[in-house]
């Protein structure tokens, strides 16, 4: 990135609206823009959050930004953290801090008014930019050629950035995946391989976060197979499956689709036990849980399948599981089979399964009623039977059919055993 292109993407970052509200309602003190706003404005990536650093104390933000008709919220007043909402916008505040002591997960502070020291304490050399009100940036650490050389490097000695907290080796892989390019740092690395033990003290919350970034990034492919053949993914409590994971990925690319849990699934769903423990070790929630629950249901009927399942099977998964499990299900079929991710057969299923409605059943357990089969268990599995024959016959809708299969449920029925 030449100064000119850099100049430009900055003046874009400081033109909006709110930042400069809020430059002004600090004004007196020293304020910068500083860490992944600066970093992807000259990247030219999207800016989801602004994170701004200054000299001045928590209480005297608070009070300035009161005075100027802020909302303040003590979002981390322990470390010197406010949130300043206005118009909508919300902006990190923090106070500069130095590192007193730290335990790998937890660090206690002291303010400070050096922003050179504030960013040396910061983890890559990337994200420890940043840029003031008049547009000046600043780089302590080399940022500005890492970004150029789209490098994930470690400020300073990487074993002691990562002794200071454990969550960045996968933050290390997570940046290597989402910005990085070429082989991966090489001392940041070997660092991460040498501590990672430290996995294990962060909370299940941090690693099914983080886990699930690395999975959205572009490069997760190649990022994961890396962390896979040095020993990092033992977390998951899963054996990886990279391979299939790789393959997942470029039909999510070609669909132009970001689906961080299918990739979660390819890479270590094996059976439906298996969601269970990675909800569990990745502290996912309810609903994601379901849904690998039921992918992997469907993934079990269709295990081993070399081409897609003919028409009928897909209109079961359809029925059983519904439209969103059938299509993961069969995802990872196709990634399985090793078929390419435009194979047009699998392209054909998927299509089925996106526009085909589920079949709905023509009868009810009042069908069976009025031909004299009793409430209760036996009711029940007469449906149950019932619902297996139309299933078997083709999900027919016609009424002689559907009669007949309701018939012969309920002759069926009346041979099963009674229960003891």
């Not at 007196?28 to 970093?39: C, F, K, L, P, S």
């Not at 001045?56 to 322990?78: F, H, N, S, W």
């Not at 960045?168 to 690395?189: Q, T, V």
């Not at 081409?307 to 079929?333: N, Q, V």
Request: glycine share 8%; proline share 5%.
């Amino acid at each position: 990135m030449t100064p000119e292109n850099s100049q430009q993407a900055i003046k874009k970052l400081l033109a909006r609206a709110a930042l400069k509200k809020l430059f002004k309602a600090l004004e007196g003190e020293e304020v910068r823009v500083v860490g992944g706003a600066v970093r992807n404005a000259l990247l030219g990536e999207e800016i989801s959050d602004i994170d701004i650093a200054t000299a001045a104390l928590p209480q005297t933000i608070a009070e300035k930004a009161g005075k100027a008709g802020l909302r303040v919220v003590p979002t981390g007043i322990d470390h010197g953290t406010l949130t300043l909402v206005f118009d909508g916008t919300h902006f990190e505040v923090t106070s500069l801090r130095e590192d007193v002591e730290t335990d790998g997960r937890r660090a206690k502070v002291r303010f400070g008014r050096d922003f050179a020291a504030d960013a040396l304490r910061r983890d890559f050399t990337v994200n420890a930019l940043s840029v003031d009100a008049n547009g000046r940036l600043y780089d302590y650490t080399g940022g500005l050629d890492d970004l150029a050389a789209r490098r994930i490097r470690f400020i300073g000695e990487p074993e002691k950035r990562i002794s200071e907290d454990f969550l960045r080796i996968l933050r290390f892989f997570r940046f290597s995946a989402s910005y990085g390019d070429g082989p991966l740092d090489a001392p940041g690395f070997e660092a991460c391989i040498a501590l990672r033990g430290g996995i294990a003290t962060l909370s299940r919350e941090r690693l099914g976060a983080e886990t699930l970034k690395i999975l959205a990034a572009k490069r997760a492919a190649f990022v994961i197979e890396t962390m896979a053949g040095a020993g990092l993914l033992s977390y998951l409590r899963v054996a990886p499956w990279p391979a299939r994971m790789r393959r997942v990925a470029a039909t999510l690319t070609l669909r132009k689709i970001s689906d961080p849990l299918l990739v979660l699934a390819a890479l270590a769903l094996h059976s439906e036990a298996d969601a269970d423990r990675l909800a569990d070790g990745l502290r996912l929630s309810n609903a994601q849980k379901r849904r690998l629950s039921a992918m992997a249901r469907v993934c079990s009927a269709w295990h081993g399948a070399a081409a897609p399942p003919e028409t009928k099977l897909l209109r079961e998964a359809l029925f059983s599981h519904g439209a969103p499990a059938a299509r993961d299900g069969l995802t990872l079929i196709q990634a399985e089979s090793g078929s390419a991710p435009d194979d047009p057969d699998f392209l054909r299923a998927d299509a089925f399964l996106r526009d085909t409605p589920a079949p709905k059943p023509p009868f009810a357990a009042s069908d069976l009623i009025a031909r004299g089969v009793a409430q209760g268990a036996g009711l029940g599995d007469a449906l149950k039977h019932l619902q297996s024959l139309w299933i078997r016959a083709g999900f027919p809708q016609d009424p002689q059919v559907v009669a007949r299969l309701i018939d012969e449920a309920r002759d069926e029925s009346r041979w099963t055993p009674p229960r003891h």
